[in-house]
């Protein structure tokens, strides 16, 4: 991919949509597997956990909170570690990463979090060797949660591990979710070397969604009407998420 020197908007189009289509062909097995975690959860009442940092957080939005998506969602953040822990604003504003490489955040971020020993995990992380969602990886299956990642594995197995243990989140996962990104993540070349056109954020957003897809098809086969957001930009939208966001009251965070 990112061969020749054409570098304008439709050859990045061309080569997103190949490896779009690539990872509808090589992850369908593995989004059935990561649907079918996630739908026993919230079939025993539990809520989907989705914790990513940096460009990694869009995915966990794409999974909580979102219209047309799942309600019994709940997205993890650095941030909880001051809106929820009150730790002073100051630990968001270091150099970028250094937050998201210190595992120990990972122990604070779980315990804020209003977690049930039912609920799933989805953790996002294309490098996958960050140690904050390593550490906090660890700690989901210590607490015996299911865990879904989403990484890249060609670029996750290129690096070193930032964790202690030499341990990646795909070392981690039941179930891992490849976006198929290159190391770097860029896939377009730049004249007299170098790369650029980010694609991560794509096949993993396209992985979220066909996740969902999975499960809501589940639970319909269950005889459960799947409890799905509709858009607040549509007559009566308000009124249908509060019906459904009650039924997990305290459990379900819409803040920042």
Request: glycine content about 12%; charged content about 20%; overall charge negative.
């Amino acid at each position: 991919m990112g061969t020749g020197m054409e570098i304008g908007a439709a050859d990045y189009a061309r080569e997103a949509r190949a490896l779009v289509d690539e990872v509808v062909r090589t992850q369908a097995e593995a989004v059935g597997r990561a649907a079918a975690l996630l739908t026993a959860s919230v079939l025993d009442d539990g809520v989907i956990q989705a914790f990513g940092s940096g460009h990694s957080e869009a995915i966990a939005m794409e999974i909580a909170g979102r219209a047309g998506g799942l309600v019994p969602t709940n997205r993890l953040s650095l941030r909880d570690l001051v809106l929820y822990g009150g730790a002073p604003v100051d630990v968001l504003l270091g150099a970028p990463g250094e937050l998201e490489r210190d595992p120990g955040v990972a122990r604070r971020i779980y315990d804020l979090a209003p977690v049930r020993p039912q609920d799933a995990f989805v953790l996002i992380s294309s490098s996958g060797v960050n140690g904050s969602v390593v550490e906090l990886a660890s700690i989901v299956k210590e607490k015996g949660h299911g865990l879904v990642a989403v990484t890249s594995v060609r670029h996750s197995t290129e690096m070193t591990s930032r964790h202690p243990s030499g341990r990646k989140l795909l070392d981690l996962a039941d179930v891992v979710l490849d976006n198929g990104a290159p190391y770097g993540d860029a896939i377009m070349p730049l004249p007299g070397g170098g790369t650029f056109g980010a694609v991560s954020t794509i096949t993993s957003a396209l992985l979220a969604q066909m996740v969902v897809a999975e499960v809501v098809r589940a639970l319909a086969g269950a005889g459960r009407t799947p409890p799905i957001y509709r858009s607040v930009n549509v007559t009566g939208g308000d009124e249908h998420n509060r019906d459904l966001e009650n039924r997990y009251a305290g459990r379900i965070r819409r803040g920042a």
